[in-house]
């Protein structure tokens, strides 16, 4: 099974501030994307951004971007100009076809945002 | 578009009860994916269907864990006997297919069992 870490189990930041929520992954395949969702206390699992492996473009959604190191098999969340509602839990994810498209998930960073 | 949705929200029970959970997808969507969250932990898949068909329950209890999805649209998790580990939170989730990139959660179950 592929191994997904999070080694923050918990984040904070200032409203307005910038945070950055880090991930590593374990695969030996080339092609695989690579996803963040966000989880708040309503429990809903909301996709927040998405990346392809084969681009080496960093995928960025407004206010989200991502910082997407192949070699180093690290995937980082950025959130620029954090709102209160960006306070939820964060789930790094993982997924290949040669998996079987199943989604493997981190164990998650808690971000709070201190108003 | 309407959600996934899932009933009950919460549920709590005595071990070595049964329960049942129910999952309604995103019409259209011919993947269905149940997933156990156990506090502190992310998601792990517990089976996967496509239309009426498993793709993948490799990681389903089957001694006490079972789910359908008869007509290929909804979907019930069931668990006979629980036990206390199996409290959790108990996700669904839909796609268009099985190789979709993006699926869509419901809301989840929080199960406890005492």
């Known amino acids: 099974a592929q191994t997904v870490t999070q080694s923050q189990p918990e984040m904070s930041v200032q409203e307005a501030e910038t945070v950055t929520l880090s991930c590593t992954y374990d695969?030996?395949?080339?092609?695989?994307?690579l996803f963040w969702y966000k989880q708040p206390p309503s429990r809903q699992m909301i996709l927040v951004i998405r990346?392809?492996?084969?681009?080496?473009q960093n995928a960025t959604e407004n206010r989200f971007s991502v910082n997407f190191q192949k070699a180093a098999k690290s995937f980082s969340l950025k959130i620029s100009d954090s709102q209160l509602g960006d306070a939820a839990m964060y789930f790094c994810?993982?997924?290949?076809?040669?998996?079987?498209?199943?989604?493997?998930f981190g164990t998650g960073t808690s971000l709070t945002v201190i108003p | 578009e309407a959600g996934v949705a899932q009933s009950p929200r919460y549920k709590i029970i005595e071990k070595r009860q049964s329960v049942a959970f129910w999952c309604n997808p995103i019409?259209?969507?011919?993947?269905l994916y149940w997933y156990q969250q156990i506090l502190g932990q992310g998601p792990k898949l517990l089976i996967q269907?496509?239309?009426?068909?498993?793709?993948?329950d490799s990681q389903l209890p089957k001694d006490r864990f079972s789910a359908e999805r008869l007509k290929g649209v909804d979907s019930t998790l069931k668990i006979q006997p629980a036990k206390l580990e199996d409290s959790a939170v108990y996700l669904c989730?839909?796609?268009?297919?099985?190789?979709?990139?993006?699926?869509?959660f419901g809301p989840g179950t929080r199960l406890t069992v005492l």
């Open positions: 989730a839909s796609s268009l297919d099985y190789r979709a990139l993006e699926q869509f």
């Open positions: 695969t030996s395949e080339s092609d695989y994307y």
């Open positions: 990346q392809e492996a084969y681009k080496q």
């Open positions: 994810a993982y997924r290949s076809e040669n998996t079987g498209n199943q989604f493997y």
């Open positions: 019409s259209g969507h011919a993947t």
């Open positions: 269907f496509q239309n009426n068909g498993v793709v993948d």
